[in-house]
């Protein structure tokens, strides 16, 4: 049996199993780029494709150089491999120490052409160049976990590993690699490295799907517990929300009582309904009234949040000319203003046409966002500078009503938490009155009546809040001014007594 010839033969098959595997191993690559082994992995093929192509060409392999480049394509292709291995196992990389490793080969290699060394000792000298790598890939392989690459961890390790009892049988015959005795054994030897090859790339493209599959199970028992974890959370959250509306509410109510009383007496005592007070008792009663009527807004203001995030604010929604609407809301925002030196403007730029149209609101809850707004402007605006209401259209839909102030603004990064119950935009160490839940009232408010809310600000130069308030489909009103229902009064008072 003429040994050169099965070698070709070999080789020959070797090389289109190669040439069909290695696509496979880039497609895994081009789908799976984040496992940074196939990329490595994806370079062995080629080298050992470079190695079987010069290894069959017998012309070429006359000449000892190519002799010596097929050999160290064989190092690096399997250096490839190993740098794969620790990589797929998570181990360090040291690549200086692997550039160093393939150095010393080529070193070796220009000294062995130098003094014309033997067939035997060339071959021994790749074995133990080779037996490194192949030693490291297994060290690598070994780290991983058993449960999750049982069966494809060890089919990869036992071709890789088949290559070293090859190694040891040309140890043992002391590569006498041309002697006719051994001629069979070395035939099923280099084929049993061709075929080892071979399995060797199929047990990477088996490593890699383990890997994804693993990966896939992990991430859906991780989303499972993370699902669990967030239907506790919610349900936790739901119960902590109502509890908190429970006692927000009872509190409210709780307080309520007493301060009115609070608010009744000394209001009697305000008007000398019991004797003439000094001007110090004076001074004493109009802070007990002062301060009971802050608290009293502020109650009001956690009674009506609690009541809106419970579903329990009922919006009647009414057809009322805009004309009227304001002229019902000026008195109630003229005395937010009066108790401090703000001037206060409004500014109608609709013509009398469109100022009399009709709108579809809760004009109750409109007087409640506007004396909001008007509310804050005073209190962030500038002591002595102006507060400007401005009444336009927006569109074919929509009037629009502004309210600015001349004030202190508001930082950009606070913008996205100025709707939000309980945030004061920056401002909770300041001594300005309020808790930050009367601006997500109105958005609340003003959603529920199928309007539209929103500001602008600069920091140091005032801010813009708005509404948009939904027009009548059916009509317009003439500009009347009508004189209101005992229930509207009634309702007026309870808004301008909470503020």
């Given at each position: 049996m003429n040994l050169f010839i099965d070698i070709n033969t070999l080789t020959s098959i070797s090389t289109v199993f190669y040439i069909i595997l290695m696509p496979l191993l880039f497609v895994f690559w081009k789908h799976n780029k984040d496992i940074e082994a196939i990329k490595w992995w994806c370079i062995y093929p080629i080298f050992r494709i470079l190695n079987s192509i010069i290894s069959s060409d017998s012309q070429l392999y006359d000449e000892e150089a190519w002799i010596y480049a097929s050999n160290l394509a064989v190092i690096i292709s399997d250096s490839f491999l190993m740098i794969g291995c620790l990589k797929f196992s998570k181990r360090k990389v040291n690549y200086y120490y692997i550039a160093a490793f393939i150095g010393l080969f080529i070193i070796t290699c220009i000294v062995q052409y130098n003094v014309d060394t033997l067939l035997a000792e060339r071959a021994k000298s790749v074995v133990l160049f080779d037996m490194v790598t192949i030693a490291i890939s297994i060290y690598a392989l070994?780290?991983?976990?058993?449960?999750?690459?049982?069966?494809?961890?060890?089919?990869?390790?036992?071709?890789?590993?088949?290559?070293?009892?090859?190694?040891?049988?040309?140890?043992?015959?002391?590569?006498?690699?041309?002697?006719?005795?051994?001629?069979?054994w070395l035939n099923f030897s280099l084929a049993g490295v061709y075929i080892s090859h071979i399995f060797i790339i199929g047990g990477l493209i088996i490593l890699t799907t383990a890997m994804r599959k693993n990966q896939l199970i992990e991430e859906n028992e991780n989303h499972q517990k993370l699902e669990a974890n967030l239907t506790i959370a919610l349900r936790d959250a739901q119960i902590a929300n109502e509890e908190k509306i429970d006692f927000l509410t009872n509190m409210s109510h709780e307080l309520?009582?007493?301060?009115?009383?609070?608010?009744?007496?000394?209001?009697?005592?305000?008007?000398?309904?019991?004797?003439t007070l000094n001007d110090k008792q004076l001074e004493y009663v109009n802070n007990i009234f002062a301060g009971g009527e802050l608290l009293f807004k502020l109650i009001t203001d956690l009674l009506n949040l609690s009541n809106i995030e419970d579903g329990k604010v009922d919006i009647t929604l009414e057809e009322i000319s805009l004309s009227?609407?304001?002229?019902?809301?000026?008195p109630l925002l003229d005395e937010i203003v009066s108790h401090s030196p703000v001037t206060f403007d409004i500014i109608n730029d609709l013509e009398e046409q469109k100022y009399n149209k009709a709108v579809y609101v809760d004009q109750i809850r409109i007087k409640q966002i506007l004396m909001n707004f008007v509310s804050?402007?005073?209190?962030?605006?500038?002591?002595?500078?102006?507060?400007?209401?401005?009444?336009?259209e927006y569109d074919n839909r929509y009037f629009n009503i502004s309210v600015r102030d001349d004030g202190i603004g508001i930082k950009k990064d606070q913008f996205e938490n100025i709707f939000k119950p309980f945030n004061r935009a920056g401002n909770e160490k300041t001594k300005i009155e309020g808790i930050g839940v009367g601006l997500s009232i109105a958005k609340d408010l003003i959603e529920q009546m199928n309007g539209e809310i929103g500001f602008s600000s600069e920091q140091g130069s005032g801010?813009?809040?708005?509404?948009?308030?939904?027009?009548?489909?059916?009509?317009?009103?003439?500009?009347?001014?009508?004189?209101?229902?005992?229930?509207?009064?009634?309702?007026?008072?309870e808004i301008k007594h909470d503020h």
């Open positions: 070994l780290h991983l976990e058993d449960k999750k690459y049982a069966l494809e961890k060890y089919f990869t390790l036992f071709w890789i590993s088949f290559q070293l009892w090859t190694f040891a049988f040309w140890f043992y015959i002391d590569f006498d690699l041309l002697n006719s005795a051994y001629a069979l309520r009582t007493p301060l009115n009383a609070i608010l009744g007496f000394s209001e009697s005592l305000k008007f000398d309904y019991y004797g009227l609407l304001i002229n019902k809301t000026k804050n402007a005073v209190k962030y605006g500038k002591k002595d500078g102006t507060v400007t209401m401005e009444i336009k801010s813009v809040f708005w509404i948009n308030i939904p027009k009548s489909k059916q009509r317009e009103f003439p500009l009347l001014e009508e004189n209101q229902s005992d229930n509207e009064i009634k309702s007026d008072n």
